[in-house]
């Protein structure tokens, strides 16, 4: 029997405060059109105390032992031909977590590729989705993105690490009596179609999340699906009135998603707190619901920020006043890209190679700019 702590239902949703491995167990065969969420990433969070958590693992293999039941319980309650679509990315270990004492990527999107294919499962599509090196310096500090040691032995380098969406098909007897995806083209015009093919996903902000707005640790999430994401894979993959699952619920973004555009949502969420918020969000895309039309899903992207007209460059006799207002006009990007960035906390700024001051030393500025050294 499935032990539900909490449950919660609206027009097209029924949400359960419940472990999904349990819960999925529960559910009849051919049941889901889709799945689409993002799992706990091993053991990067931990969400929650309960041994249950499957970011409450001492090991990858003890997160995969508990995943392997969820990927097959998801085969048997998918519809035959349906897709399951989940929303990863690799792991940088360091030194103190490696036998080995290296550092570098753990291929978890490999592993869960595995673990899908393994227990059945059909490798449909992999998307990736692009992400700026910059902005994940910036909110990492990782030291493999540091321009300080690429000019020092860029062999320490690395890369930025993108997003991957990979998915799944069930591909059994029966395929042929499951409903086609049908679009009217008015809705899914070609030019959408090769833009939604494409491999690689770009121009899709991680801001775009249900935490933006959010005013108290209670309604953020650690680690949201972005809305722009989980949109189009609903709408290419289901009809409207399909059921939509999420196994990981968190804040309910997937569930969001799937009312707006009048699917029907059943999802599981472990932890008390984001099942709360889940309730919210998803009683607030009751009111916010999409009117069908694609181009209506789509938002426009923001157009980026001009680049400050005055002060374009960081000259020795600024004022700290004028550095001050200079670096926080600058857009984020450009002011690392150009002009050095964060390392250990404190902000560097140096002249850009082209510029006949390169070879200043850097300023360097605390981070509230009240001193340069
Ligand atoms: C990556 S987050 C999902 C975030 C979600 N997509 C959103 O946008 O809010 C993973 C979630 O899985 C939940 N979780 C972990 N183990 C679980 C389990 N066994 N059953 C249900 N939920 C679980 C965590 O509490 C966490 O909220």
Redesign the pocket.
Known sequence: MTNVINQAAGDGWNIYN????EFTTGLPDNSIDLSV?????SSLYI??ESE????NVASHEEFFA?YRHLVREKLRVTKPGRLTAIHIKDLVYYSNSSKKGDRGLYDFTGDCARVHVEEGWTLHRKITVDRCPVKEMQKTKADRLLYKHFRLDAARTGGGMPEYIYVFRKWAEGMDETAPVLHPPANFPLETWQEWAQPIWRGLPETD??NVGAKTDEER?????PLNLTRRIVLQYTNPGEVVF?????????GYESVRHGRRFIG????ER?FGQ?IKNLQRAEKNKATGDLFEALPPVPAAEPMPQKNLEITPTMTLAELRDFLSRLPEEEMAREWGGWDDGRLYAQFPASHPKKDAPAIVIDPDFSRAA
């Open positions: 419940a472990d999904c491995v969420y993002s799992p706990p990433f969400y929650s249950r958590d499957m970011g508990s999340v249900l999430h650690l680690c949201p699906m999420s196994p990981f619920l968190g804040i309910g973004s997937e599981t969420e472990l932890s984001y889940a």
